[in-house]
């Protein structure tokens, strides 16, 4: 019996070691769970500004309680010396819209009208410095039929506006009139790290700032698109010489990728690609605990090869577009309390509207976190998110001419990726106000939300640029704003230590689905299945 008892202690303590640090996928509901721990200083966040699955290493101490300490969420397994390697999924998500597309952040899939599904998995491998992602993602839209607003572009599925014909933005109001399935490569990635210096070539969504739903820059709301990068994790940074001085954390990212058009915008061949560049900095300092600081920038040009000197800032009004966000977070773990905000500018600023009008293209985020005890002696607390963004064009533009921070005049695609917008999923130019209660208890998490947006409020001010009839813009265009309001329920749970099972539903009431073309009210009742299995 002793000698039993020898070897299972002796397999524990060579398996433990393995399933630790846990490195979960962007958005999913464990890397949430972690942020969670975080505002409660029960972990550390591994990433100050720029997150992406490789980077999300949360370094968890097997003895720390926490609410899922006992749940299969991803274990490490031993191959080969240092190489070892971990499961993701497979995981499938569907969703049935019953009159509207209706859906965000959910990479290539496109929620559309009818029946959608996700279904995605993978492996890692990781050793010596090395690591190897591979996570494909399959979508499936039944994409039925709904009233679309005239489109500006050659394909009659295209957005509703722009600067001229066939110059504003890929993002197509719906992708064609057939069902389809699509595909791109997630997840999928190869790096190499030596210490925190790292360097890598994939595909791996991007999420940069802290944003809870809406990133102004970069988000995982477009499908993925090769890449090539190369930086410092975070890092701590000490003066060994003034006795080991510690001044806080860095962290800094520049990458370069490729764009492409979707098959609903233009007929024009020659444009079917966009270069992205992409630099970020955070600074957490170690003077002001749980402050983080960062910049972030980014610039699309047409795709040629000698355009990758854009991967420097240059000077505006060029050939290329580019935009830039600085902010902060600031984590207050004593009252378990996280405040963030983010300002965003487009194409920078000209000289002479530094001082004259700094808000000349200025977009904004704010939000918080809060974790509340509900019943600590059951392992129940909760959690309110709230996140406020602006997106609409400013009152100096109207003054100037029409305008949208994610279209463009030289690069018609806009700021997207194959259809689909790469920053806010919401949509550019209106605003977004959004409230969560999560609960989180032992065997999973529940969450109300209530969701209100304009998605694009600039498609009716481009109406008042330099139009001297303001009793007739009133008449028209005073009660014109598409508007959604939306309200639903989530929930996530375990089941037999390997399976997670969760499922939702949102009532989105939508008034004025194409403005001031046609007067009517939409009801979209959305249902959500999800199920994940853990080796």
């Given at each position: 019996?002793l000698?039993k ?5 002796l ?8 399933m630790?640090p846990a ?7 464990e ?13 550390e ?7 992406t699955?490789?980077?999300?290493v949360?370094p ?5 309680s926490?609410l ?19 499961t993701?999924?497979p ?18 899939l ?8 996700l ?19 399959f979508s ?14 050659d394909?009659?599925y ?40 790292t ?14 739903i809406?990133?102004i820059?970069h ?6 698109y090769?890449k ?16 080991d001085?510690?001044l ?8 370069t ?9 233009d007929?024009?061949?020659?444009n ?11 600074y ?5 605990s749980?402050l983080t600081?960062f ?32 902010g ?6 004593q ?10 500018v487009?194409?920078?600023l000209?000289?002479?509207?530094n ?5 000349h293209t ?9 974790v ?5 002696v ?7 998110l ?11 533009i109207q003054?100037s001419?029409?305008?949208s921070p ?5 690069l018609t ?14 949509g550019?130019?209106g605003n ?10 032992p065997?999973?998490t529940?969450?109300f939300?209530?969701?209100r ?13 330099l139009?001297p009839?303001?009793a007739e ?5 005073y ?6 309001f939306?309200?639903?329920?989530n929930?996530k ?5 390997t399976?997670i ?5 949102a ?6 689905p194409?403005?001031y ?5 939409w009801?979209n ?5 999800f199920f994940?299995?853990?080796?």
């Open positions: 019996m000698k008892k020898l070897i299972v202690n397999l524990l303590c060579l398996l433990i070691p393995c630790l490195q979960e996928a962007l958005k999913s509901v890397e949430d769970y972690y942020d969670f721990l975080a505002l409660q200083g029960l972990a966040r591994p990433v100050l500004n720029y997150r699955l490789s980077d999300s949360w968890v101490d097997e003895d720390a926490h899922w300490q006992g749940q299969n969420m991803g274990t490490w397994k031993s191959l080969y010396g240092d190489i070892r390697m971990r993701y999924g995981e499938l998500f569907m969703s049935v819209n019953s009159t509207a597309p209706y859906g965000q952040n959910d990479g290539v496109w929620q559309g009208r009818g029946l959608n599904a279904l995605k998995g993978g492996v890692r491998f990781e050793g010596y410095g090395a690591e190897l992602t591979l996570m494909p993602n499936f839209s039944q994409n039925a039929s709904f009233d679309i607003m005239p489109s500006w572009y394909s009659e295209g957005y509703f506006w722009g600067y001229a014909h066939n110059i504003g933005a890929d993002a197509p109001q719906r992708f064609g009139d057939k069902s389809f399935f699509d595909f791109d490569f997630g997840d999928t990635e190869i790096r190499y790290t030596w210490k925190t210096l360097i890598g070539f994939g595909a791996q969504a991007i999420w940069l700032g802290p944003s809870y809406n990133s820059l988000s995982n709301n477009a499908p993925a090769p090539f990068d190369i930086g410092l994790r975070r890092q701590r940074i000490n003066i060994p010489w003034i006795d001085w510690y806080g954390d860095i962290e800094m990212r520049l990458w990728g490729h764009l492409t058009e979707s098959n609903f915008f007929n024009n061949d020659s079917n690609y966009t270069m992205i560049h992409g630099f970020t900095f955070a957490a300092p170690s003077f002001l749980g600081l910049a972030n920038r980014v610039c699309l040009v047409p795709w040629a090869w000698e355009n990758i000197k854009y991967i420097f800032p240059v000077a505006s009004n060029t050939i290329e577009d580019q935009k830039a966000s600085f902060f977070s600031w984590i207050f773990p009252v378990s309390l996280e405040i963030y905000g983010e300002l965003g487009d194409d920078y000209a000289a002479g509207n001082v004259r009008y700094p808000f200025m977009v904004y985020t704010v939000g918080l976190k809060k509340i005890p509900i019943l600590p059951k392992n129940i607390y909760g959690e309110l709230l996140e406020w963004n602006s997106l609409e064009m400013s009152q100096n003054l001419n029409t305008y994610y279209f463009h005049h030289q695609h806009g700021y997207t990726n194959r259809g689909q917008w790469l920053g806010v999923g919401t550019w130019g977004s106000q959004y409230i969560e209660f999560k609960l989180y208890y065997k999973g529940s969450s939300f209530i969701h947006n304009n998605p694009d409020n600039n498609f009716i001010y481009r109406e008042a640029v139009n009839s303001s813009l009133r008449e028209k265009f009660k014109s704003w598409k508007t959604n939306i309200i639903g329920i929930t749970h375990f089941f037999m230590d399976f099972l969760g499922g939702g539903m009532y989105n009431f939508t008034m004025n194409n403005y073309f046609k007067d009517e009210i009801h009742f959305s249902l959500n299945l994940k299995w853990s080796m």
